[in-house]
């Protein structure tokens, strides 16, 4: 059992910003890509971002292109999400999780049960 935890949640109004951090321990988080999803109420969880385990590599889901930044401090065991000109219908609750396989990148990195831990989820909302 391996633990992630987000922070750097709250509320924003629409254009603004936050910074998500994502944290766990070095063996479980060093070697692995990960990745960032959201759940909005009443709809099925959704890709936002994903990054390499080695940083060398980001993936986003069209409608962020542009405005959000997945990156990661290994060093830190931290993994973050720079949210730019966020929208009201981004309002949800994100996730970060960790990809089953280490050291090695998936085509599949846009699906949930792909990845094998995740986070407890933080708040996101942006008012109108």
């Known amino acids: 059992q391996v633990q992630l935890v987000e922070s750097g949640g709250g509320s924003v109004p629409a254009g603004g910003s936050l910074r998500l951090a994502c944290a766990a321990s070095?063996?479980?988080?060093?070697?692995?890509?990960m990745g960032w999803f959201r759940q909005a109420p009443g709809k099925e969880r959704e890709f936002v971002a994903a990054?390499?385990?080695?940083?060398?590599?980001?993936y986003y889901t069209d409608s962020v292109k542009g405005r959000f930044t997945i990156s990661r401090d290994n060093a830190k065991n931290t993994m973050y999400l720079q949210m730019n000109s966020l929208k009201a219908e981004e309002t949800a609750v994100y996730f970060c999780?960790?990809?089953?396989?280490?050291?090695?990148?998936?085509?599949?990195?846009?699906?949930?049960?792909?990845?094998?831990?995740w986070g407890q989820g933080i708040q996101v909302t942006v008012s109108s």
């Open positions: 070095a063996p479980v988080f060093r070697s692995y890509a």
């Open positions: 990054i390499t385990w080695g940083g060398a590599r980001t």
């Open positions: 999780a960790r990809q089953r396989i280490p050291y090695t990148a998936s085509a599949r990195y846009t699906e949930p049960d792909e990845y094998d831990y």
